[in-house]
């Protein structure tokens, strides 16, 4: 066996949340290894749904506009119950659109899983610091405590490796031998629902397996079932049917076919047995399967594990490896993207030496983070078939809750050292949490218009995976003298060596870019007048001119209303610190030059003198 | 020297002409040699600005939202003149959007033309019926005119066929040994300004080389010009600069540097001569190059072929082969794909035998309204900088107009056998000019929401480039039982073998698609209520749900409003067809049965009785 192998961050499993990881290591000098016990990518089926908060990640690794492009849009969801007469058969009860007003966009489209993860690999294949093994597993693994006082350059992380043969119905087998032996900084597991690691670091996982086993297929339908391209729950006493369109004619069924301990396991269901149940639910209509892609039956399990990192936070457990539920709200990718891409940013941070103490903090706040949204989730998923059972007056407000609540806009992380709550603020009370710009949440989308040429971007596209906090700068209406004035102080603030200059200066690397978003008239406002700290100068490449926008009407887009939507006060304007990973970290006034250095002190990215003040 | 190679259509040239045209061709049978004297794709420079009309081919192709994802929008035109104060120097006058309200879409983009030859030529490499040989250059050709009156299975050209040695930098050379003969049924020389078949087929270009030397340079720009980053005309006294902003911090400048017969030669020119020139109309702005990517000279020619196809339309000439003009309108390009996109179809039409008689009619309307468009273009480039060079008062207006012209707007291809006037009517007056909906224009594009998922197309997206007539059915009001009724009594005779059934049965290879649009509120209209004809069934994929649309609220993109833009009465509604290149072919009563048959009578697509009715 050759000398080891050593790498910043090991990740086992190259499924969804293993490559959405790895996408943070682009355009670094990061090595990453992701190793997967498979000869090669998911060829079908599987997970589908892919929620705008999940598509916003895309758009920040840059593979946003092919997904969108290739991707199902849903747009109507129809509710079926039975004939209200008692009659047999089922009747069309509602059609509910599949919009959520905030968002201002699509809010659900649907993409293969085998789809999904083409994108995002072709996206790390030019990266040469990140590296994949197929048909490659590991056997053992130990972490060694102690090295987590030190964090650099010690790699308390040895795991040893073998090569698998497998095929697609076997179980992977070994030939018995160590191939390779790996040492890490970090160890994460995307190992999925079997994961190999969550045994290995002991982490139980908490809840139940329930009871309902369901079937689930790809088919193309032959049926004169009406609302076929639509979203459908059909609800008859044997259960309800989740119906969903996909791309190629086909739509995808789940479908209940026992309920209680008649079938002790899903692998005894044929795909007749599951068509059966599914013609039961769906008559009086037909339904006969001109073509199957895929089918498969499973036994829900909504379990959370005890722990989501381990040892001192060198190991690490993302997505379906450490927490399981019903794939019909179509959680689980976009719960796996969004685990990795909570860890991703933190780990890359540490690892380019930004986090000069507290990088254990950092490290933290992935569970304190993710633990609550998966704990929220299997709530969720335990009461979302109810709202269906039996629908009550209130139905179309939950069902919308439940549609914000899916697409992730209700998550709102925890204090911590990257969520910092408003001067003399402990706790957010209610009336903060009505607002939008709330730290903790995730940035709300919206569209600005560049300065400098009129075209327009969505902020979270804008804000691509580098790494980066952004430093929103809502410097209001700028063509007043006074706040243009204020804004000038601030480049000078940003810019000064012995303010936050160390963070923002060094171009496309620096750890803070500062974007400026404005609101007055923009042709009132000359780009090239403001601070060079907005529009920075390069030798070779001339003005960056893409760091400056207004909040204004669009040539051909309309106009975002952020100062509106947002409740920014146009003659006060604020500053808002955006995590790289798109959720706020604080919001502060805009002439809070002292807040905007205590959040990254708080970081350890700026040093603290004696005083508790900035060296 | 092999036995001689028989193909349907040899094109020579496989730019952004040939590329086009080659497109029309995918999923057939028929043959396609594309030859072209370079090794390799067209590495850089050269064309740019992309139309949204040439974007809607694109579109009609399957490529346009890759091409969309990778370019760059254009919103805003800066006129500056020079100082009005008799100063030197020049001075913003005014900053214009770039917009037609009309098209309701981003009027112009910019996607540097190697990048548009790889999107279109990644399209055509799957179809293994379209071939392409590089290094390749025609040495001579023979076409044997008495073919014509016979027009399947004869190959009435032959071509002999060299390899070239050929670098960059050189002509390319032969060897002096023909290496290969082709026999083809059509060949069409898409070989640009220095076109080798126009030569063969004897076609003069009528018109001048201009006096006018410019230069052309894509840089970084180091400069505190502040409209960097929009399209400008800069005036002063030594001439007008055009500058283009361009992806990756670059811009593009077409600089006017010798007017009169100083320098007789555009490549005694040089870089430093060139930027010499920039700076002086650019001052007092500084201009440096931060970094060049390419830059040439060229005087310019305004010149058009005196014929567009030659020998019994068996042999036809496309874009910079036929007609020259200045690239400062960004024109050369977009009319190059716009004459193969009106071209192609009906040479596929000719070689599938969907026309019977008439093949030749057909394939004259190629120069018919081809020819004239470039003679517009002509005209319209002559006065075009007299515009900025004394603008009026009238020069928002003028320039307005002069963006509907460049978009394409303007064209209206005249009366033909794929052009059919109203009842009654031999020439369009100004009255129907005013609207939209007129044969020989562009069908306008617009929105629709499917019937079956409430998602959206715009029509020209949906009509896809398989080579079909569209009957556009707008049906009106089919919530109204008496407009449902007309409705399904077409949905009978477009069904009816004796009707239009030849045309409409077959699936996705029938030569008429069949396409309703409503505009009935949607949940009043049951789609699987409606004929079969507007969504055939099939034995294997069940309906096809795609066929029907409403004019109505989107759930996210808004209301298209068809009927209103259209000026069709909701109570009467009317029926279109459209021409497989999206041109308005006929307007018709949406009853009147007789004018849609007699469309495709005219055109030989279904038989004629000898009293003139159908068979």
Redesign the interface.
Known sequence: MAAPTSVDILIVGAGPAGLALANWFRNSDISVLLIDKKPGPTPRGQAEGLKSTTTEIFGAFGIG??IT?ESW????IAIWGPNADGGCGIVREQ?I???VEELG??RETMLQQSRVEHHMLQNILPHNNITIKRSTVPVSVTINEDASTSYQDVWPVEVKLARVNEDETAAPTTNGNVDELVRAKYIVGCDGAHSWLRKQLNVALEGDLTDSVFGVMDI?????F?D???VCYLRAATGTILLV?RSN?EVRLYIPVESGSTLSDPKDLTFERIMDAARKIIAPYTLEP??VSWWSAYRVGQRVGSHFSRHNERAFLVGDAVHTHSPKAGQGMNTSIQDAYNLGWKLRLVLQNHIRAGQQTLLRTYESERRPVAQDLIAFDRGYLKLFAAPSAQFDTQFLQAMKFTTGLSIRYPQSCVVQLPKGVTELGPSLLKADLVPGKRLPDFQVV?Q????TARIHDRMQATGAFRLLVFAGDIANPALLDCLQRLGVYLADPSGLGPLTTGGSSAPVEVIVIHCAER?KV???SLHEVYMPW??????D?WRVFADAE???EGHGKVYERLEIQRDKGCAVVVRPDGYVGAVLDFTDFEGVRKYFQGLGMLPVGEDGEAK
Chains 1, 2 share one sequence.
């Open positions: 506009a092919a492009a849009r849903l747009e109507e059609v659109q599949d919009k966009k699509i193309v339908p032959k049926s004169n009406p076929m391209r639509r369109p004619k001109g073509s560049y400098a040429d009129g075209t042709d000359e780009l090239l390069s030798d070779t490449e001339g003005y001119y669009s040539v051909h």
